[in-house]
Nanobody, 113 residues
Framework: VQLVESGGGLVQPGGSLRLSCAAS????????MDWYRQAPGKERELVVG????????EYADSVKGRFTISRDNAKNTVYLQMNSLKPEDTAVYYC???????WGQGTQVTVSS
């Protein structure tokens, strides 16, 4: 199982970013996927999870209404659209395949003016 995140960067407060996670090594369309984040000095936290079909998702209260998860099973990719970013969203964002306990390398998101 391999997960490769991309799309992080530096953005001003109120800005947007779209993260991608390319998955390989398993039948992607069969499994739910999660995005986590870890801010400096804090524990890794679950941001959102999406079902295998993309038909349902559960968001952390801190990102509801601002972040949107989606997936393209034909491309074996899960996305995280992040809007109205706040400085407290600054973290390394990780893709996770919970059924396999596998993690990507993470992508840094920094929200700062």
């Amino acid at each position: 199982v391999q997960l490769v995140e991309s799309g992080g960067g530096l953005v001003q407060p109120g800005g947007s970013l779209r993260l991608s996670c390319a998955a390989s090594g398993f039948t992607f369309s069969f499994y739910g996927m999660d995005w986590y984040r870890q801010a400096p000095g804090k524990e890794r936290e679950l941001v959102v999870g999406i079902s295998s079909t993309g038909g349902s998702a559960e968001y952390a209260d801190s990102v509801k209404g601002r972040f949107t998860i989606s997936r393209d099973n034909a491309k074996n990719t899960v996305y995280l659209q992040m809007n109205s970013l706040k400085p407290e969203d600054t973290a390394v964002y990780y893709c996770n395949a919970p059924s396999f306990g596998s993690w990507g390398q993470g992508t840094q998101v920094t929200v700062s003016s």
